[in-house]
Protein backbone atom coordinates (compact mmCIF):
# COMPACT_ATOMS: atom_id res chain seq x y z
CA UNK A 1 0.00 0.00 0.00
CA UNK A 2 3.17 2.56 1.11
CA UNK A 3 4.35 1.97 -2.30
CA UNK A 4 1.10 2.45 -4.83
CA UNK A 5 0.30 5.53 -2.55
CA UNK A 6 3.47 7.19 -3.56
CA UNK A 7 3.48 5.92 -7.02
CA UNK A 8 -0.07 7.54 -7.00
CA UNK A 9 0.20 10.78 -5.17
CA UNK A 10 4.13 11.27 -4.36
CA UNK A 11 3.86 10.43 -0.65
CA UNK A 12 3.50 7.48 1.86
CA UNK A 13 1.09 6.74 3.91
CA UNK A 14 2.35 7.48 6.81
CA UNK A 15 2.48 11.16 6.07
CA UNK A 16 -1.09 11.02 4.21
CA UNK A 17 -2.39 9.89 7.83
CA UNK A 18 -0.28 12.73 9.71
CA UNK A 19 -1.43 15.80 7.28
CA UNK A 20 -5.08 16.83 6.46
CA UNK A 21 -3.85 18.84 3.74
CA UNK A 22 -2.56 15.56 1.99
CA UNK A 23 -5.81 13.56 2.55
CA UNK A 24 -7.71 16.44 1.42
CA UNK A 25 -5.69 16.33 -1.57
CA UNK A 26 -5.81 12.42 -1.92
CA UNK A 27 -9.79 12.42 -1.87
CA UNK A 28 -9.98 15.39 -4.20
CA UNK A 29 -8.06 13.56 -6.96
CA UNK A 30 -10.07 10.65 -5.91
CA UNK A 31 -13.11 12.58 -6.71
CA UNK A 32 -12.18 13.94 -9.59
CA UNK A 33 -11.04 10.60 -10.94
CA UNK A 34 -14.59 9.31 -9.87
CA UNK A 35 -16.59 11.65 -11.73
CA UNK A 36 -14.38 11.14 -14.87
CA UNK A 37 -15.40 7.94 -14.77
CA UNK A 38 -19.45 8.09 -14.45
CA UNK A 39 -18.82 10.44 -17.06
CA UNK A 40 -16.99 7.84 -19.27
CA UNK A 41 -19.94 5.59 -18.36
CA UNK A 42 -22.47 7.67 -19.41
CA UNK A 43 -21.66 8.60 -22.53
CA UNK A 44 -20.56 4.43 -23.42
CA UNK A 45 -24.36 4.16 -22.51
CA UNK A 46 -25.57 6.49 -24.64
CA UNK A 47 -23.02 5.63 -27.27
CA UNK A 48 -24.37 1.98 -27.42
CA UNK A 49 -28.12 2.61 -26.49
CA UNK A 50 -29.06 4.94 -29.12
Do not use: I
Not at 26 to 46: I, M, W
Amino acid sequence: MEKAMFQAYGFGYEEYTRQLSKRLEVEKLREEEYQKSLDLVAELDRRFHT
